[in-house]
């Protein structure tokens, strides 16, 4: 394809280890397979691999109940993450050696992707998962170089890997990145999508003018389908030697049309995402109109607010219960507003293909 650009959001190698002097060995031996069966081809292609560090990446635990295990420096992780061509052409923090945050610029489409890391914290778990965090190095090289230097007329796309804001995220990821969401918040202008990973399901939702996007994990646990439901329907379990052993996305940033595709490859199906919100007053109502075909079941979930209940199939797993107090929608698409706030209206086609739109009551 002509795609060059591949961004990778984190949690690569496995997380569990052979025990022992083996530990370090199992750790090389995931980022070898990272290294050659990913990168090394896409690079042969002709394209760049941009990746995220995430929570599991470079650390290992003996056992899923040892307290022992091998986890390598933050420098060594900016090394492998950056070797070969990786991070081609992008600018980073010259005065932090750690840094595996960084931007790179698109000056055809007017375009800048910046890399976030939300593990640059020290951690006290070092086995199995590192900390999350992010230093004050990073957000304020964040907040004053790689948003703060974004051309007139450009736009934004972030990626990292534990994601900032609720409904995407919980409420420790709330919790522990309240400085890095304000400093998205204050470029909300600039800022067309947030991507994230880390919860394994597909989930998304607009607040305060930027969508925040998780992408459904390319492994294979249960929650990757159970989570996602019930805007994406139609995950199916990973088979070996099919389609849907994996599952990505192809992104394309319609910046005249204020659109954002997502081009599913695996289970799953396809999404268009409005960037422009629908601006309504309480008491009135709009008819939404969708370029999907078929049948299409409407419905809407308030933009900042879902409860998250334990499933009861999976102990690791959770049930996303989304609420209607800002908007409600009628099976046809007539949506009315109840109350001040956010809301995203979806319409639902039944091959699981999508489109959202964003909504903001006042």
Known sequence: ????????????????????????????????????????????????????????????????????????????AKRILTEGNGRRGAVTNPDDPEACYYYFDNPLAKLRYIVADTTD???????????????????????????????????????????????????????????????????HDRVLLDLTGHHHCEMQTFQNGIWHVTNPCDAAYKDYINRSKPWCPNLPKKEMGTIYEQTFDAVQIDTVRSLIHFTRVGGGGNRTLHCLSTEMAVGECAKFATTLAGRITWGCYDADRVDNKPDPTNKWGKLAIYHNDVAKVSSEGVLTARKSGESVVVALAENGDKELFPVNVK
């Open 1 to 76: 394809t002509p795609l060059r650009r591949v961004l990778s959001g984190g949690d690569l190698p496995e997380a569990f280890g052979g025990g022992g002097e083996k530990d370090k060995a199992t750790v090389d031996r995931t980022i070898d397979v990272w290294r050659n069966v990913y990168v090394k081809p896409i690079e042969a292609a002709g394209g760049t691999v941009y990746a995220a560090k995430g929570n599991h990446d470079f650390t290992v635990r003996s056992s899923p109940k040892a307290q022992t295990g091998f986890t390598y420096s933050g420098l060594e």
């Open 121 to 187: 914290s020290v951690s006290d778990r070092p086995y199995w998962a590192v900390a999350y965090g992010m230093h004050e190095k990073q957000l304020m090289w964040l907040d004053t170089q790689a948003f703060g230097t974004i051309p007139d007329g450009w736009s934004a796309v972030v990626m990292h890997h534990v994601p900032v804001t609720g409904v995407v995220g919980s409420d420790e990821d709330v919790k522990n990145f309240a400085a890095f969401r304000k400093v998205l918040n204050r470029y």
